[in-house]
T-cell receptor
């Protein structure tokens, strides 16, 4: 099956710093989403981005499907950005199955 | 309404008990999912319902039994669980086919004693 690896596994930042999270996948996909899991376990959908670039406030994401990677950029990080960031991928045009990556645990300190 | 509601939030059950987890959404999503998440691990897909029919079962043991009574509700019936089944159980919903608009509930934290 498809493998989804994220890097770095852990990231510690001071408030205000910028960061880039990476998601590599082993096969072609036509569905890629980024999620943030807060310390209480709630998963929030950040982006649906099978290709191209999107921005939402301080967050932006880019997926280069032909090279099998996606990047999540966090600018001017805040303590509320802490948690685990997952990318999840799907294949096929009629499947609802998402495979989650290994995750990046982010801690932002004041 | 842009939420997926899961009940209960916490559940402790014995290995001989029967319990059910419930999930509800009113976003018009026709795909609903159950995921299991162990500590410090990514969510793992268990079941997918598409248009109220079971479309994916990821080789889940029969002590977990899903049910989708209608397009808004999803249940997970639990029976004869083992302590290693203790985990966070997450429900999600999305538009069917492309998994667009994926929305997770806040989960049920299950402990099997």
């Amino acid at each position: 099956g498809i493998q989804v690896e994220q890097s770095p596994p852990d990231l510690i930042l001071q408030e205000g710093a910028n960061s880039t999270l990476r998601c590599n996948f082993s096969d072609s996909v036509n569905n890629l989403q980024w999620f943030h899991q807060n310390p209480w376990g709630q998963l929030i959908n950040l982006f649906y981005i099978p290709s191209g670039t999107k921005q939402n406030g301080r967050l932006s994401a880019t997926t280069v499907a032909t090279e099998r990677y996606s990047l999540l950029y966090i600018s001017s990080s805040q303590t509320t950005d802490s948690g685990v960031y997952f990318c999840a991928v799907g294949r096929g045009w009629n499947t609802d199955k998402l495979i989650f990556g290994t995750g990046t645990r982010l801690q932002v300190f004041p | 309404d842009t939420e997926v509601t899961q009940t209960p939030k916490h559940l402790v059950m014995g290995m001989t008990n029967k319990k059910s987890l419930k999930c509800e959404q009113h976003m018009g999503h026709r795909a609903m999912y159950w995921y299991k998440q162990k500590a410090k691990k990514p969510p793992e897909l268990m079941f997918v319902y598409s248009y109220e029919k079971l479309s994916i079962n990821e080789s889940v043991p029969s002590r977990f039994s899903p049910e989708c009574p209608n397009s808004s509700l999803l249940n997970l019936h639990l029976h004869a669980l083992q302590p290693e089944d203790s985990a966070l159980y997450l429900c999600a919903s999305s538009h069917a086919g492309q998994a667009y608009g994926y929305t997770f509930g806040s989960g049920t934290r299950l402990t099997v004693v």
